[in-house]
């Protein structure tokens, strides 16, 4: 076994093992894992056992992961731990992109160090044992950014890219909302040739379309709708529809202060996508539409300060040197992180989300510091060296 393979063998057993022992020893704690039974579980369950839901009008709210957990449990029965060794499993394929976009971008070392920060991230080890689809949308994202931070110099490369775009979005129907920035940089940024680029961009588009049909076809029959991912996806689709469309003004209805919901405004939902810790409890707030927060023990602080607040310092490093040394691989990073944190600080409140992006938030860090150690190594030097 050469030197490479052993060092990817190690992190993806560093990351799945962490993974089954906190699963091991705080499976049945429900401080940290509330429930096992979760939605995605039990609809997952049932359609292993009844393939039915292909041609009746049920239509998951993402049907990529409930698709993969119910082959899943045909398999193996369905069990909660068959689930969390899904996510474990993800996790472990997941340093791999870390080790190659850090080794071949950044630095020769700062592949392993990505690699083990993300084995040892706090909040991916504990979300990794909830029956969830946070793991398999990182895995699927971090796989993405991996083809996109490449150069482009073959047109099979927007054949991936359209496949794995696809397969995003059956597993996360958001990531409709963030097509047209994909379809934008690759139509102008993909090469350095203005034609090279719309080509990629047209085969990106084709394909993806190309890939999308089985499931639109299948909607068409069972619902009678022209949806191409899920029914539940015109949650994302229908404000736009509404603003093309430009109805009629609804009659103005009086409902009662108390019944009404107001959505957390973009500044609330920031705040709480990018925070560090908690340190006393955040009651609800009906009025503003928040719901009540436990605080978080003076040791789960302590962690998250070790695994995620210690980054960002050097992530935002990494995002000033990737804008004035123009380097492609942490723009795309940056990017990707940017642009998803704004999209998502309009629909929700909390930092379930964030787990999307910290491979990246990690690989940014790292060149932060890379950068910040160069300048150091350099300053002693005269000018002609340095």
């Known amino acids: 076994m050469t030197p490479d393979r052993r060092t990817l063998l190690a992190l993806f057993s560093l990351a799945f093992g962490l993974r089954i022992l906190f699963a091991a020893v705080f499976g049945t704690n429900p401080d940290f894992i509330p429930a096992h039974d979760t939605y995605a579980f039990r609809i997952a369950e049932r359609m292993a056992g009844d393939l039915s839901w292909l041609t009746t009008p049920f239509s998951p709210s993402a049907p990529g992961y409930l698709m993969l957990l119910a082959a899943v449990f045909t398999v193996f029965g369905a069990s909660w731990w068959a689930a969390v060794v899904v996510n474990a499993t993800l996790a472990g394929f997941i340093t791999f992109f870390l080790h190659r976009i850090g080794e071949r971008r950044i630095g020769p070392r700062a592949g392993i160090v ?3 920060w993300f084995a040892l991230f706090a909040h991916q080890i504990v979300f990794s044992t909830f029956t969830t689809r946070d793991t398999l949308v990182t895995f699927l994202f971090t796989w993405l950014v991996y083809n996109l931070v490449a150069p482009f110099r073959r ?3 927007a054949l991936w890219l359209a496949f794995l775009a696809t397969l995003l979005i059956m597993t996360d129907s958001m990531f409709l909302v963030m ?3 994909l379809v934008v940089y690759l139509g102008r940024f993909a090469t350095q040739h203005r034609v090279l680029s719309l080509q990629y961009m047209f085969l990106f588009l084709a394909f993806l379309i190309f890939f999308n049909l089985p499931w639109t076809v299948r909607n068409y029959v069972v619902h009678e709708r022209f ?6 996806a015109e949650r994302y689709t229908a404000p736009l529809a509404r603003l093309l469309q430009h109805p009629a003004p609804a009659p103005e209805i009086k409902i009662p202060p108390g019944a009404i919901y107001v959505q957390p405004r973009f ?6 996508f990018w925070r560090v810790v908690r340190i006393a409890d955040a009651p609800a707030a009906p009025a503003r539409g928040i719901r009540a927060e436990p605080a978080w023990s ?6 998250s300060i070790a695994t995620y607040g210690v980054l960002l310092p050097f992530m935002l490093a990494g995002m000033i040197f990737a804008v004035r040394r123009r380097h492609r691989s942490a723009l795309i990073m940056t990017g990707a992180v940017l642009s998803y944190a704004i999209v998502r600080g309009f629909m929700t409140g909390d930092d379930t989300p964030r787990l999307v992006i910290e491979p990246l938030i990690v690989l940014l860090a790292m060149y932060g510091l890379h950068e910040l150690l160069r300048l150091r190594s ?3 030097q005269p000018p002609a060296a340095a």
Not at 298 to 303: G, S
């Open 179 to 181: 097509l047209p920035l």
């Open 114 to 116: 990505a690699g083990v």
């Open 155 to 157: 047109m099979r490369n």
């Open 378 to 380: 350099n300053a002693g």
């Open 267 to 272: 500044v609330d939902n920031a705040r709480e």
């Open 298 to 303: 003076l040791r789960h602080n302590l962690v």
């Open 227 to 232: 949806v191409p991912i899920s029914i539940q």
